[in-house]
């Protein structure tokens, strides 16, 4: 038998060959667009608010940007371009299967079962014969039948007939399809003919050239060098190295500003003429807002020959202090470096952890919170509210008689009476301070309400034994009254009964739903982020992180009900880490920093008491020894089988009667001689 290959002429092939192609990239390509995303700031609600603050429409602008961007521009054009490619080959498949000629198959023809017998055959053949005979049809003009269509097919009756009644030609088209026995096999090779046509394939070899020696290496060295120049915290290596040479342990607020606008990515950001222009202008507005920069500030600014971090840093402070710039594009820009700055910073944090330092970690953590809300560092966190401005909230707080910031808190804590009058002396509105009070009732404040220490499934805490610290928490909006109070059992972590199978087995996956709280208000922000607290213990004598941050983004139970309305659940939050190699109690400093709020952050001092081993097993066998069974009694002999030890039993004669007789009393103890020796020897035997 031979084999024959050709590289399909008539176009039946080839398109099975594209969908196959186009399949393997449009269906992966396709699922990551459907595929629901699983970012925070797409899944959050968002606090209710009227507000509207200047530049709107800048913010906005970046926002739908980065939103459009977020959409996957590309992906979705290769899914079209595929799926239009998979569309117009099914078409052709389509076409060329009618166009392309059957098989020729004489029970088909004479239409009859391959099971047929020589008998039915024949039968068959004169009911055919009757009808088909050339003598006998007639043609059908409507058909476009003639003579000689009738003719040719009687002729292929025949040959059907001929064929399944000669018991050769019946063997062959059953065995091998054909009726005359064996044939050469062709193979349709699913290419085009114009790429095996000849002049061709120079054409065809630059192409493969092209593919494997330019654009595939291109791509593999693109996206090895791009893995290579990023860190994990999703920055340039560039970046991490500035952040690592201008560390301090002893960098506040203000430091850690200057130190984000080392950052490379703003090169990308203020390239070409946009690296310089307007920054005369820039420092200049910033000069003339004393309260803007401190005087170490200002002169780390104008100390600094690049001109790109000189812009950005000018920039950066203009943002925090909302200062208003005269240029248009310059207030534009300075709401575009916001987020890159965010990211830098929260990648500044895992630099921080690396020298292990505390304060260098909660500057970091302040940090974020300026950035989202748009205030400069050590300013009133009053101005996280909307229509507080500077002016407002220094004659507010003389209004209090506040010595230091008022907190958001503090200022819903005053009465409504005494809330409208303040507004109302220092040139609030009502409405403009019902938006306010608005938006402060909503605002996720978390209120520490237990902290305690555990080893699941223990008593007691030993060295070197794997240790939970457990932080039991309410989301308490401020200025929230009428708070619902705890029932005692929330305020408890009880670790499930080991017998329990249901508690011990895999959580169903749809129980174990997490709760997110709403997004961040940060109008001023032209990003959308999802509120993130870190919980992490130092070491307030040395100084240092004692364990490093935990990160809390959803929660175990809901924050709020159907309505919006705070539900008061007790939150559980849990870290988990090593205890200390000696025994000995250890004063932790515990820290719960929000990311997204000013002032809602917690610190206070816990205990970790670590236990010696020792100690603990004397107090367990004195525990024991009180509680000894009798050795009479089941528990006892239960007891005596596991080798622990066991009271005597008491006769009932020497319980019942006191004033027994000493030869009553020696048979007694003769008796319980006896019965010891027998219960030794049992003993032995097993």
Not at 485 to 509: F, G, M, Q, V, Y
Request: aromatic share 8%; charged share 25%.
């Amino acid at each position: 038998m031979s084999t024959e290959y050709n590289y399909d002429e008539q176009g039946q092939f080839f398109p099975f060959f594209f969908v196959t192609v186009a399949g393997l990239v449009t269906l992966p390509v396709t699922y990551s667009l459907l595929k629901p995303s699983k970012d925070l700031e797409n899944t959050a609600t968002r606090i209710e608010s009227s507000y509207t603050p200047e530049h709107a429409d800048l913010i906005d602008g970046h926002r739908r940007r980065q939103k459009r961007r977020e959409r996957k521009l590309k992906r979705m054009v290769v899914a079209g371009v595929g799926w239009a490619t998979i569309a117009l080959m099914v078409y052709l498949m389509a076409v060329t299967q009618r166009s392309t000629p059957k098989i020729w198959d004489p029970y088909e023809i004479l239409g009859v079962p391959m099971s047929s017998t020589e008998k039915q055959i024949q039968s068959r053949y004169r009911r055919l014969s009757v009808t088909m005979h050339p003598d006998k049809a007639v043609p059908d003009p409507a058909k476009n039948e003639t003579a000689d269509s009738v003719n040719e097919r009687w002729v292929e009756v025949i040959k059907a007939y001929k064929a399944l009644t000669d018991e050769d030609v019946r063997r062959n088209f059953i065995e091998y399809g054909n009726p005359d026995g064996k044939q050469s096999t062709s193979f349709g090779i699913a290419l085009p003919q114009f790429l095996i046509t000849d002049g061709n394939g120079k054409y065809i070899l630059l192409v493969y050239g092209a593919l494997l020696g330019i654009l595939l290496p291109y791509f593999v060295g693109s996206w090895w060098y791009g893995s290579q120049k990023v860190t994990r915290e999703k920055i340039l290596v560039n970046s991490a190295g500035n952040m690592f040479k201008e560390f301090s342990e002893r960098i506040d607020d203000h430091g850690v500003v200057n130190l984000v606008s080392a950052g490379a990515e703003f090169e990308a950001l203020l390239h070409g003429h946009k690296a310089d222009a307007g920054t005369g202008q820039l420092e200049k507005r910033l000069l003339q807002e004393a309260r803007v920069m401190t005087e170490k500030d200002r002169r780390f600014l104008q100390d600094m020959d690049d001109t790109v971090r000189r812009k950005t840093l000018a920039l950066l402070w203009a943002y925090l202090a909302r200062v208003e710039l005269d240029d248009q594009t310059l207030n534009d820009e300075k709401y575009q470096l916001a987020p890159t700055a965010l990211t830098l910073n929260e990648a500044f944090v895992s630099v921080c952890l690396a020298y292990g330092f505390t304060n260098p970690v909660l500057a970091s953590y302040r940090t974020s919170q300026n950035l989202i809300q748009a205030v400069a560092p050590e300013s009133p966190p009053l101005l996280q509210l909307p229509h507080f401005n500077e002016q407002v909230v220094k004659a507010l707080e003389e209004q209090v008689g506040q010595r230091s910031h008022l907190t958001i808190q503090a200022f819903m804590d005053l009465s409504e009476a005494r809330r409208r009058e303040i507004a109302t002396s220092v040139g609030l509105s009502r409405p403009q301070l019902d938006s306010a009070i608005s938006v402060a009732s909503q605002l996720p404040r978390l209120v520490i309400e237990r902290t305690f220490f555990k080893v699941t499934g223990e008593k007691h805490i030993i060295p070197n034994s794997l240790v939970q610290f457990v932080v039991k928490a309410r989301f308490i909006p401020p200025g929230t009254r009428n708070i619902p109070d705890i029932h005692p059992s929330d305020l408890e972590d009880i670790d499930p009964d080991e017998t329990d199978t249901k508690a011990n087995a895999r959580p169903d996956p749809a129980e174990q739903k997490q709760h997110q709280p709403p997004l961040a208000h940060a109008p001023h922000f032209s990003r959308d982020h999802s509120p993130r607290w870190h919980l992490f213990l130092a070491d307030a004598r040395q100084g240092k992180v004692a364990v490093p941050p935990f990160t809390f983004t959803t929660f175990d139970k809901p924050i709020l009900d159907a309505s919006g309305k705070p539900t008061f659940n007790v939150q559980t939050l849990k870290m988990q880490f090593q205890a200390p190699p000696q025994p000995a109690q250890y004063k932790f400093q515990m820290h719960l920093a929000c990311d997204s709020y000013i002032g809602f952050d917690d610190k206070r001092d816990v205990i970790l008491a670590v236990e010696d081993p020792s100690s603990i097993e004397e107090a367990e066998w004195e525990d024991e020894d009180i509680s000894e069974p009798e050795e009479d009694t089941i528990a006892g002999q239960m007891a005596t089988l596991r080798g622990s030890a066991t009271k005597k039993a008491t006769s009932p004669k020497l319980k019942g009667n006191d004033d027994d007789s000493d030869e009553e009393s020696g048979t007694d103890e003769e008796e319980e001689t006896e019965s010891e020796t027998d219960t030794d020897t049992d003993t032995d035997e097993e």
